[in-house]
């Protein structure tokens, strides 16, 4: 009975045997040598952070054609460089990213509850989202370091977690298990396109400055004397930060937190501090470029938008051509905006750094007339830029309003120093409440000339600086606020004066919509000169085509172009728009701000063929992070920039009204930022300026 039994397993085993070993050749499939040569060249991390199971099925994708020899996260280019010469292939361009934490909170974010439980970020977020009320905000426990299987990042005593950037392999895994996505991954393409998302960590400054620059990192950096660091930090947002330092009005200083307890801080005076450290250096700092992606890019105009737009598309590798139709680069930068606000030298500067970066410029082409769309196209042009500017200022519809002795604010501008240079003994009378206004009241006085303004409102609805105006009235210009001309008193032909009328508010008060007209309230006055500086216009004659059609929808609000706001596309596809040919007259950070949304625009558009909607953008200041109380400990004077005498003023055209300061002054400026998160702020800002005489305890100022 048992020999029989062993006997028939060892026939059914045999049999199977038999059985196999014929599968075997039949079904015998014969793994590619390569797959083996290529997982021999992988460091065998198996993170996954390449989107495979494992090294093993990184490499058989690859040899399988689905995947590039770039692939590798843990490996650099030697491995890539050797993966291709097994395969017979060339190495791709693969952009570098790294981690990177936006949280700057910790120990400074307010707790909810005390959390006891597992040590583990994710279980923590578990319970209402965590303890601390920041729901974007780190919760510290390390989560991220525990999966990090390159050691590459830790924690710091609050409890912040920092990134090694040389030991960072961006396999994404820190990010896949922060539960707040408070670590994000990001490349230099993603870094400099980003555009701000209300599930990021934003100060108020930085939500209402337009370019939506970093100024919490830039003034820390400064601080610790990384002025690099710091001009780096701008220009990933801001490419012309000297011009920027001189002309913005800081709209981030009003929204700045310092103000709850003191006054804000001088973000602008900072901006320019760092600008003019390495332009003082003689030596400029280098910026990166990815390499050639050769897509070519048209862009219409060399004014702020149009360089903007230049100098972000080539960083990211694009290839952008500027067409200029004067000979001067710049915009009104150039020949403009007069010298004793932004030097011809700095602005020199900032646009050969833009220009240095490979930016192609072809100057005397005008648009409509020496090229056109289809022409560009032919040329191999992807996209088109629009970044013509608005320099047509309106006439005034009044009686004589053209007569010999009126002229246009640009025209005026344009021709001090050359064609008007003396204006001694002279009567000029300005129409406007411009930034362009008071640099003709300026520029007038400067010259000799007596000067008067007509202005419709009161100062502070002025569209002009504050700053600006009161520069003007520091020269004796009589500013006549709620004023408007009515007609133009003329002789033989020639300007004489002008009768003005008074305007009123209907609620003087309140100050709200349009001033009206007081009957009997009409006036004279003497003018040799009149400068027209209302307003300046979009000129759409450039945009028509033979026929007389306009090539683009225009915006009934501001007369320019019509655009998405977020991707600046036209109604044409493959056009887009930014600056003051989008918006109208504007401030120059709006124009930065345009180029680059644009350069997004195009760079998605000329390498995926369609633009994606950003998630969760921020459109307007997030109503959580303006704060009502702080406790803040110590007060610290707002720095006072030196300038120069108004005599000085009235006697030179190159020497520019604010002055500069020194780094200590600049350091003790930056120590005031508190360095705000979305609600989170530094309390003991300053600490380090304790013992200085001029800074004191709140509980002692009060």
Not at 49 to 57: E, L, V
Not at 104 to 118: H, M
Not at 269 to 291: I, K, Y
Not at 352 to 377: A, C, H, P, Y
Request: with cysteine; glycine share 10%; net charge negative.
């Amino acid at each position: 009975m048992v020999t029989s039994s062993i006997l028939v397993l060892f026939l059914l085993g045999l049999t199977a045997a038999g059985v196999l070993a014929a599968a075997s050749r039949i079904l015998h499939v014969k793994e590619d040598p390569r797959i083996a040569l290529v997982e021999n060249c992988f460091p065998g991390a198996n993170c996954g952070g390449c989107g495979y199971p494992g090294c093993s099925a990184a490499a058989a994708a690859i040899v399988k054609g689905e995947a590039a020899p770039e692939i590798c996260v843990a490996g650099g280019a030697e491995i890539a460089t050797n993966i291709a010469a097994i395969m017979g292939t060339e190495v791709a361009f693969k952009e570098p990213k790294v981690a990177a934490n936006i949280c700057t909170g910790g120990s400074r974010a307010n707790l909810l509850f005390d959390y006891e439980g597992i040590e583990d970020c994710r279980a923590e977020a578990l319970h209402y989202g965590g303890a601390k009320s920041c729901g974007i905000g780190c919760m510290g426990m390390g989560t991220c370091v525990k999966v990090c299987a390159f050691d590459a990042i830790r924690l710091t005593e609050d409890g912040l977690p920092i990134v090694d950037m040389n030991a960072c392999r961006s396999c994404g895994k820190c990010a896949e298990v922060c539960p707040t996505g408070a670590i994000r991954i990001s490349g230099m393409t993603m870094d400099l396109l980003h555009l701000n998302k209300i599930d990021d960590c934003l100060a108020p400054c930085m939500q209402k400055c337009p370019a939506q620059v970093d100024v919490r990192t830039y003034i820390s950096q400064m601080k610790k004397g990384d002025m690099r660091g710091a001009l780096l930090t701008m220009k990933e947002r801001n490419p012309l930060p000297l011009a920027v330092g001189r002309l913005c009005p800081a709209p981030c200083e009003t929204i700045c937190r310092r103000n709850i307890a003191d006054d804000g801080v001088a973000i602008h005076t900072l901006h320019r501090f760092v600008a003019d450290w390495e332009m003082n250096s003689g030596s400029r700092v280098q910026l990166s470029c990815n390499p050639s992606s050769g897509h070519k890019v048209a862009i219409i105009g060399a004014g702020p938008a149009g360089l903007s737009c230049a100098y972000f598309l080539r960083r990211i590798g694009h290839e952008p051509v500027i067409f200029e139709k004067r000979e001067d680069l710049g915009g009104m930068m150039k020949g403009i905006i007069p010298e004793y606000r932004l030097p011809e030298k700095v602005v020199d500067w900032e646009i050969q750094s833009i220009l240095d970066l490979g930016v192609d410029v072809r100057t005397g082409v005008e648009f409509g007339k020496d090229i056109n769309i289809g022409q560009l196209e032919a040329e191999g042009f992807e996209a088109v830029f629009m970044a013509t500017g608005a320099w047509k200022v309106p006439g005034l519809s009044i009686e004589n309003g053209d007569s010999e002795g009126v002229m246009d604010s640009i025209s005026f501008l344009a021709g001090v120093g050359s064609e008007i240079t003396d204006l001694q003994d002279k009567k000029v009378l300005v129409v406007g409440d411009t930034n362009t206004a008071m640099d003709v009241v300026r520029s007038a006085s400067r010259l000799g000339a007596e000067t008067a303004a007509l202005i419709p409102c009161i100062q502070r609805k002025m569209s002009a600086n504050k700053t600006e105006v009161s520069r003007a009235a520091e020269l004796g210009s009589d500013l006549k606020f709620l004023t408007e001309p009515v007609r133009v008193l003329t002789e033989n032909g020639q300007v004489k004066g002008v009768e003005y009328r008074e305007l009123q508010y209907d609620d003087p008060k309140k100050a709200t919509g349009k001033p009206k007209p007081v009957e009997g309230t009409e006036q004279t006055v003497d003018a040799d000169l009149i400068i027209i500086a209302t307003d300046r216009l979009v000129d759409t004659d450039a945009f028509k085509t033979e026929s007389g059609e306009l090539l683009f929808e225009l915006d009934k609000k501001t007369g320019g172009i019509k655009a998405d706001k977020i991707t600046m596309q036209t109604s044409i596809p493959n056009v887009f728009v930014g600056g003051e040919a989008h918006t109208g007259r504007n401030i120059l950070i709006q124009a930065v701000a345009d180029g680059r949304r644009a350069a997004r625009g195009i760079h998605h558009f000329v390498t995926e063929g369609e633009i994606p909607e950003p998630k969760n953008p921020q459109l307007r200041v997030i109503p959580e992070s303006i704060l009502k109380n702080m406790e803040i400990t110590y007060t610290i004077p707002r720095i006072q920039v030196p300038e120069i005498t108004v005599e000085e003023r009235k006697s030179t055209f190159k020497e520019e009204v604010a002055g500069s300061i020194v780094f200590e002054e600049a350091r003790k400026e930056g120590s005031r930022c508190l360095r705000c998160g979305l609600t989170c702020y530094d309390s003991e800002a300053g600490a380090e300026y304790a013992a200085d005489p001029d800074v004191q305890k709140f509980s002692d100022a009060s």
